[in-house]
């Protein structure tokens, strides 16, 4: 069986003297595409290895790429019989360990270690990982901070007034220095924001005036009663409050704009009633005054824009010396950070035509892998070096040596925005090369999944992606098949949620998020304990576990907090093991939570609180009642306080735990940070009693994490044990800082990640969750023009004037990407895709979130949704996809979906689950694992009778 894209393959490894440009669609071997390439150029001579560069997206990448270079370089030497191309590429094996294959940042670091001078560095500089950029970052904002509060200026003075109205809560200096980490993080695209002709005072007075004059048209009403009137008398109201403040003091701008923000929020039901009737008043036209109203409105809704436009130019002008100043901190400790590394690697390049000379004769060819995520500095870096004219510096107009680019990525799985990735540059370049005679070249045999999830794909996305005329979407190229269908199962299942319905008998999205879980939960339950189905793992099909499946969410925080917390509790109940990798809940782990107050005790012993929350918590867990008795006895609960033997003897395990605080505490910062907590995990057992907890594996890998934020902590010098843990609480604070380490593969556990960390992956099962996660957004995130080096972003919540003149591209960029994570997201499965859906059909529109993207592939044609035919491999299904409606919603719609395999609008084929078959609402049963796992060794019996004794003791 030959692949569709064979030609393109064979151009790839034998086309050697022109440019390529390869879209590679996701699972079509794009790695092993620009290997062959690599391998074929030194099999021929064209160069050596050491005048290659490769650059990828990640250093795991990199890694892998060198792995697949030395393999197939050693399998092209077995087989060639030619005497020059085995020579050619042992030489080739020989110099892989100095190869260029690394990420683009680091082939950057590599180039100013090289010209120290020519780029104004210190030679002994060192690169900041994140953590301690932002450990710069936040000094700088310190520094400022403290000093900018003893003189505000007008835009800090008017941030400190406004109300933060958002569920977080956060303070106007945690927004400040938000603020201060996206300007240092895009600190390159310098082009000034507008400040608009806005005259602030004199426009607030204005709106002012015609508020009141809008409240006082409530007395010209025939009846109170109106719903008008009432509506008008609150503004009214709102003016009377006002004018009582101002007697007692002139008018204050800075707290009316702050009230003005929200006013149109507060107000939002009186700005909607327009009651009944032709006339409001006695000669006065109902019309006429809902046209008032909604002038006022219109009025308060510019003024904001424009106010919140003017401070965003304002504040940035504000914040500017915090950048600077963190600048200085990096020059000081002789460390750059990775915007530092692109930056000056491109000014070195751009600035100096004898650098770029030697450059671009020192590398003879260029490889780039994921260049749909390049950003402009990327960019204009590999163009440079790829230049056929060394006095050129200007890297929109060079021209590149014909077979020395070569460049592979997918600009459908462009999924890095926030990362300054920009598929609209992807586009312009690619045009570019084009035009020079570069070949555009598309892979599409689709090695990773089975046909069904395929067809599934491409009936989904063949509608969703089609492409856009700036550039800012893809046009979708189909998948093709190669993987055989596994027999006797299914590859794509819809998964009905089980209960979409809230109290009024509506579909609601609460509804919707509270049952998904359970729903998914049970489904791997089942497909893991009773399924019987198989999944490539290698080359052989075996049983399906755990560590095969993965759930994937669009985001990890929504506006009521955790969205990953209730899969893990559904999970947790049916003691299926998984590993959360990434997010943001690290902080809130309760073996965290334990680890962090432990420590704290350990910090402080004076603080009672912290010590008997450690005493009585998971990691020593001493009852209440010996607690009790003990501090009822002694009078404290003091590490530092001397004990006598007969309350040792009476409270072995309290003393014996106050002691180990107490050793901790006095060699605390006498050793590596690292080493207290190891010693505090080893005094408490903890890593014995975390493996015993349902999510054993979890636990235990976040307790690792905190032992490597501490040993990044000793590396760059924290000042002491209790600089780290007001660090870890500022951490916890902002909800971020480290996350378990990612597992091994053949670790047993379901996988919960986000698409974005997923990007790159493959599993055998995958299935989509949080299906209410918007697919579109009413409000522009950023607005990039790359070819101005303008970025335009939120500052403490104010939009500049580019974001808002730029709202609609902006928007529909932002929506383009969701498309596209739903594709990255649904190409991760080989065997399996599992999507949320909604058995009632008419009732969709409410919970519509980015899964609906998938809906062509999923839903059956109306007239259809009734005539399902037999599942493969599936339990006996019944007729409902919904298990529970509410009273008012008891009646089975006709347009409902019933259980069973489908043919979808898009012409493929879906199973519908049935719910009835899930296990729902399943709740944990502590103890079940400790049990298991202390009966599971030989010496059960033993260590049991050991437990007893120690118990005994206590």
């Not at 924290?718 to 902002?734: G, K, M």
């Not at 990007?759 to 790359?786: H, M, W």
């Not at 970025?791 to 580019?802: H, N, V």
Request: with cysteine; aromatic share 6%; proline share 5%.
């Amino acid at each position: 069986m030959t692949p569709v894209d064979q030609a393109a393959r064979e151009r790839i490894a034998s086309d050697l003297d022109t440019t390529l440009i390869v879209e590679a669609a996701a699972g079509t071997g794009k790695t092993t595409a620009l290997v062959s390439r690599i391998v074929s150029i030194l099999r021929a001579g064209r160069t050596s290895l050491e005048k290659i560069v490769a650059v990828t997206f990640t250093e795991k990448a990199a890694g892998e790429m060198k792995l697949r270079l030395r393999s197939e370089l050693d399998k092209a030497r077995h087989e060639s019989t030619d005497a020059r191309e085995r020579s050619n590429l042992q030489l080739a094996l020989q110099a892989l360990e100095i190869a260029h294959i690394n990420t683009i940042h680091g082939f950057c670091a590599d180039l100013l270690r090289e010209r120290p001078v020519s780029a104004g560095l210190d030679p002994a500089f060192e690169v900041l990982d994140e953590a301690g950029s932002d450990a710069l970052l936040r000094e700088a904002f310190r520094l400022w901070f403290e000093e900018a509060l003893s003189r505000p200026g007008p835009a800090l003075r008017r941030v400190l007034r406004r109300r933060n109205w958002r569920k977080e809560q956060t303070t106007p200096r945690e927004d400040l220095l938000r603020a201060c980490r996206s300007l240092a993080e895009n600190r390159d695209y310098a082009t000034p924001w507008t400040l608009p002709s806005f005259e602030r005072d004199r426009e607030l007075d204005r709106v002012v005036t015609e508020l009141r004059a809008l409240g006082a048209l409530h007395a010209q009403a025939k009846r109170p009663s109106d719903p008008l009137a009432k509506a008008l008398k609150a503004f009214d109201t709102w003016g009377a409050k006002l004018d009582a403040r101002e007697r007692l003091a002139p008018r204050d701008y800075d707290g009316l704009e702050s009230e003005l923000t929200q006013f149109e929020r507060e107000h939002e039901r009186d700005f909607k009633t327009s009651g009944s009737g032709v006339l409001y008043g006695a000669s006065l036209d109902r019309a006429a005054v809902v046209a008032a109203r909604d002038a006022a409105r219109a009025s308060v809704a510019q003024f904001v824009m424009m106010c919140e436009a003017d401070l965003a130019a304002r504040l940035r002008q504000e914040l500017t010396p915090v950048v600077q100043s963190y600048e200085e901190l990096k020059q000081k400790a002789g460390v750059l950070d990775f915007v530092d590394l692109l930056s000056l690697a491109r000014d070195m390049l751009a600035g100096s035509p004898s650098v770029r000379e030697e450059l671009q004769q020192r590398f003879s060819h260029l490889f780039v892998d994921e260049f749909q995520d390049t950003d402009p500095l990327q960019a204009e870096i590999l163009l440079l070096l790829a230049s056929d004219d060394a006095a050129q510096n200007d890297f929109q107009t060079v021209r590149v040596v014909p077979g020395k680019l070569f460049v592979v990525g997918d600009p459908k799985q462009s999924i890095y925005r926030f990362r300054r990735a920009d598929v609209v540059l992807y586009q312009r370049i690619k045009q570019l090369l084009v035009e020079q005679g570069a070949a555009l070249l598309n892979l599409t045999t689709n090695f990773r999944s089975v046909p069904s999830i395929q067809a599934c794909v491409n009936a989904a996305f063949s509608r969703a992606m089609t492409g856009a005329a700036d550039g800012s979407q893809a046009d979708y190229v189909a998948l093709a098949e190669w993987t055989p269908e596994i027999e006797g199962q299914p590859g794509v299942i819809a998964l009905p949620v089980p209960e979409p319905y809230g109290a009024l008998g509506n579909m609601t999205k609460k509804a919707v998020s509270a049952s998904c879980p359970d729903a998914v939960a049970a489904f791997i339950h089942w497909l893991i304990r009773e399924s019987g189905w198989r999944v490539h793992e290698g080359d052989a099909l075996v049983p399906v576990r755990s560590r095969h499946v993965c759930l994937l969410f669009k985001r990890f925080q929504d506006f009521d907090g955790d969205t990953t917390k209730p899969y893990v509790r559904a999970l947790e109940a049916r003691a299926v093991p998984h590993m959360l990798v990434g997010g943001r809940s690290f902080h809130d782990r309760e073996e965290v939570v334990a680890i962090r107050t432990a420590l704290d005790a350990v910090e402080w012993p004076a603080d009672e609180l912290a010590v008997y929350a450690t005493l009585r918590g998971p990691l020593l867990a001493i009852n209440d009642e010996e607690l009790l008795r003990f501090r009822s006895e002694v009078h404290h609960l003091s590490p530092l306080r001397p004990l006598d033997a007969a309350v040792a003897e009476r409270y072995p395990a309290v003393v014996e735990a106050l002691s180990l605080l107490r050793s901790l505490h006095f060699a605390r910062n006498r050793r590596p940070i690292a080493d207290t907590i190891e010693q505090l995990l080893a005094g408490t057992r903890a890593h014995a009693s975390l493996a015993m907890w349902p999510s054993g594996e979890q636990a235990l890998a976040n307790a690792v994490a905190v032992l490597d934020l501490a040993r990044n902590a000793d590396v760059r010098g924290v000042s002491s044990f209790r600089a780290f843990l007001e660090a870890l609480s500022e951490q916890a604070d902002r909800r971020e800082g480290g996350e378990a380490p990612i597992v091994e593969e053949g670790t047993e556990g379901v996988r919960l990640m986000t698409v974005h960390k997923a990007k790159g992956l493959e599993f055998p099962v995958v299935i989509l969750c949080d299906p209410t996660a918007p697919k579109t957004v009413n409000k522009a995130s950023r607005f990039v023009d790359s070819s101005r080096r303008l970025w335009a972003q939120k500052l403490c919540g104010c939009s500049p004037l580019e974001l808002v003149q730029n709202d609609v591209p902006a928007i529909a960029h932002d929506n383009a990407e969701v498309v596209r994570q739903a594709y990255v997201a649904a190409t991760r499965a080989q065997d399996l895709l599992v999507v949320p859906t909604f058995g009632d059909g008419s009732e969709r529109t409410v919970a519509i979130g980015w899964t609906d993207i998938l809906a062509p592939g999923l839903y059956p044609s109306e007239e259809k949704r009734r005539e399902p035919a037999a599942a493969p491999g599936c339990p006996p299904f019944g007729d409902d996809s919904v298990a529970k409606r509410t009273a008012s919603a008891q009646t089975l719609p006709s347009d409902s979906v019933a259980p069973g395999l489908h043919v979808t609008e898009g012409g493929n084929r879906a199973v519908w689950w049935d719910p009835s078959q899930l296990k729902l609402r399943v709740f944990a049963k502590e103890g079940v694992r400790q049990q298991k796992l202390l009966a599971h060794s030989p010496d059960a019996n033993q260590s049991i009778e050991a437990h007893a004794r120690w118990k005994a003791r206590r």
